[in-house]
C-alpha cells in the first residue's frame, strides 16, 4: 500500500507543475500586456500633449483674427455710412450751385444784385470743393480698409486650413503611434518568451524555481545561506547558466528594444541586525548586487542589469509559519523595457 500511494504521489505530481506553469505563463501574459497598454496609453498622452498645446495656441489666434475681422467690418460699416452722409451732402451742394449759377446768369443779365450772387457762388462753390475733398479721403481710407479686410479674411481661412491639418497630425500620430507600440509590445513579448523558455531549459524543473506573474522567482537558498550576501558555490553554479542563457537571447533583441533585466531581493520578515546588515534592505539589497556583479563577471553587459531591494515589504505569503518564510526569503529576475 506505501508502495501504491508513493507511486500516486509521484502520477500527480508529474502533471501538476505543468499545469501550474501554464497557468502562471496566462497570467504573466495578461499582466504583460496590460502594463504594456497602460505604458502605451502614457506615451501616446504625451505625444499628443504637445500637439494640443500647438492646436490650442492656433485656436486662440483664430479667435483673435476673428475678432480683428469684426471689428475691421464694424469700421468700414461706419465709414460707409459716412461715405454715404457726404455723398449726399456732396450732391445738395452741387444741386445748390447750379441753383446759384443761373440766379447768377439771370442777375447779371437783369444787372440785378449780382456781387451778392457772386459772393454766394464763390462759397458754395468752396464748400462743394471741401465736400468732394473729404468724399476723396473717404474713398481711400475705404479702400484701404476693404484691403485689410481681405488679408484678415485670408489669414484667417489659412488659419483655419493649418488647424485642419494640425488635427489630421494628430490622429494621423496617433495611429502610428499606437501601431509602433504594438510592434514594440510584439518584439519585447517575443523576446520575453524566448528568454523564459531558454532560462527554462537551462534550469530544468525545480520545486525550488517559479513564475509568478512575469517574473522568475528564486528562493534565497539556492543562491546563499543564511543571513549571507556572499554567493555559495551551488548559487554560482546556477547563475552561470542563467549568465548563458541571458548572453544567448542578448544577442537575438533587436537593438532598439532597450530591454533590461532586473534582479529583486527580497527577505521574510524576521529582523537581522549585524554590522553587515543593519536591516533587511540592507540584506535583500546586498543579495541583488551579488547577483548582478557575479553575472557582469560572467560576461552579461552592465548597462543591462538592475538590482533592487525591497526588505520584507513585498511578501509571496502572508504569515510567519516556517513555509510562508522561505517563500518570501527569495530573489527574482524581471525582462523588462526601460
Same mark, same amino acid.
Given at each position: =500500500?506505501? &508502495?501504491?500511494?508513493?507511486?500516486?504521489?509521484?502520477?500527480?505530481?508529474?502533471?501538476?507543475?505543468?499545469?501550474?506553469?501554464? $497557468?502562471?505563463?496566462?497570467?504573466?501574459?495578461?499582466?504583460? +500586456?496590460?502594463?504594456?497598454? $497602460?505604458?502605451?496609453?502614457?506615451?501616446?498622452?504625451?505625444?499628443?500633449?504637445?500637439?494640443?498645446?500647438?492646436?490650442?495656441? =492656433?485656436?486662440?489666434?483664430?479667435?483673435?483674427?476673428?475678432?480683428?475681422?469684426?471689428?475691421?467690418?464694424?469700421?468700414?460699416?461706419?465709414?460707409?455710412?459716412?461715405?454715404?452722409?457726404?455723398?449726399?451732402? +456732396?450732391?445738395?451742394?452741387?444741386?445748390?450751385?447750379?441753383? #446759384?449759377?443761373?440766379?447768377?446768369? *439771370?442777375?447779371?443779365?437783369?444787372?440785378?444784385?449780382?456781387?451778392?450772387?457772386?459772393?454766394?457762388?464763390?462759397?458754395?462753390?468752396?464748400?462743394?470743393?471741401?465736400?468732394?475733398?473729404?468724399?476723396?479721403?473717404?474713398?481711400?481710407?475705404?479702400?484701404? #480698409?476693404?484691403?485689410? +479686410?481681405?488679408?484678415?479674411?485670408?489669414?484667417?481661412?489659412?488659419?483655419?486650413?493649418?488647424?485642419?491639418?494640425?488635427?489630421?497630425?494628430?490622429?494621423?500620430?496617433?495611429?502610428?503611434?499606437?501601431?509602433? &507600440?504594438?510592434?514594440?509590445?510584439?518584439?519585447?513579448?517575443?523576446?520575453?518568451?524566448?528568454?523564459?523558455?531558454?532560462?527554462?531549459?537551462? &534550469?530544468?524543473?525545480?520545486?525550488?524555481?517559479?513564475?509568478?506573474?512575469?517574473?522568475?522567482?528564486?528562493?534565497?537558498?539556492?543562491?546563499?545561506?543564511?543571513?549571507?550576501?556572499?554567493?555559495?558555490?551551488?548559487?554560482?553554479?546556477?547563475?552561470? !547558466?542563467?549568465?548563458?542563457?541571458? !548572453?544567448?537571447?542578448?544577442? *537575438?533583441?533587436?537593438?532598439?528594444?532597450n530591454w533590461v533585466l532586473r534582479i529583486d531581493g527580497h527577505s521574510d520578515s524576521q529582523p537581522i541586525s549585524t554590522p553587515e546588515f543593519p536591516s533587511n534592505w540592507h540584506l535583500s539589497a546586498g543579495r541583488a548586487i551579488s547577483?548582478?556583479?557575479?553575472?557582469? *563577471?560572467?560576461?552579461?553587459?552592465?548597462?543591462? &542589469?538592475?538590482?533592487?531591494?525591497?526588505?520584507?515589504?513585498?511578501?509571496?505569503?502572508?504569515?510567519?509559519?516556517? *513555509?510562508?518564510?522561505?517563500?518570501?526569503?527569495?530573489?527574482?529576475? !524581471?525582462?523588462?523595457?526601460?
Open positions: =500500500m506505501a &508502495l501504491a500511494s508513493r507511486r500516486l504521489r509521484q502520477g500527480s505530481a508529474d502533471y501538476w507543475p505543468g499545469f501550474v506553469d501554464a $497557468m502562471a505563463t496566462l497570467l504573466l501574459v495578461i499582466i504583460f +500586456l496590460l502594463s504594456i497598454f $497602460m505604458l502605451a496609453q502614457f506615451y501616446l498622452s504625451q505625444a499628443i500633449t504637445g500637439r494640443d498645446e500647438a492646436l490650442q495656441s =492656433m485656436q486662440a489666434q483664430i479667435a483673435q483674427l476673428t475678432d480683428l475681422l469684426a471689428l475691421e467690418k464694424g469700421r468700414s460699416a461706419d465709414l460707409e455710412s459716412s461715405l454715404a452722409s457726404l455723398s449726399a451732402s +456732396l450732391a445738395t451742394a452741387e444741386q445748390e450751385n447750379t441753383r #446759384l449759377s443761373g440766379l447768377l446768369a *439771370d442777375a447779371e443779365a437783369g444787372g440785378e444784385e449780382a456781387a451778392g450772387l457772386r459772393a454766394a457762388l464763390s462759397e458754395q462753390e468752396e464748400l462743394t470743393a471741401e465736400a468732394q475733398a473729404q468724399v476723396e479721403l473717404f474713398n481711400q481710407q475705404l479702400a484701404a #480698409l476693404r484691403s485689410q +479686410l481681405a488679408s484678415l479674411e485670408a489669414a484667417l481661412e489659412a488659419a483655419e486650413a493649418k488647424d485642419k491639418e494640425s488635427q489630421a497630425q494628430i490622429a494621423d500620430l496617433g495611429r502610428r503611434l499606437n501601431s509602433a &507600440l504594438a510592434q514594440k509590445v510584439q518584439e519585447l513579448a517575443r523576446a520575453r518568451s524566448e528568454f523564459f523558455g531558454r532560462l527554462r531549459q537551462a &534550469l530544468g524543473n525545480r520545486d525550488d524555481i517559479q513564475v509568478v506573474g512575469d517574473r522568475f522567482v528564486f528562493q534565497s537558498e539556492i543562491f546563499f545561506d543564511s543571513g549571507s550576501a556572499a554567493l555559495n558555490p551551488a548559487g554560482e553554479a546556477e547563475l552561470r !547558466k542563467i549568465a548563458t542563457a541571458i !548572453k544567448e537571447i542578448a544577442k *537575438d533583441v533587436p537593438s532598439d528594444i547577483v548582478v556583479r557575479f553575472l557582469t *563577471d560572467e560576461g552579461v553587459a552592465p548597462n543591462r &542589469l538592475l538590482a533592487a531591494g525591497f526588505g520584507e515589504y513585498q511578501p509571496l505569503a502572508a504569515g510567519e509559519n516556517p *513555509d510562508a518564510l522561505r517563500r518570501n526569503r527569495r530573489i527574482e529576475f !524581471k525582462l523588462t523595457e526601460r
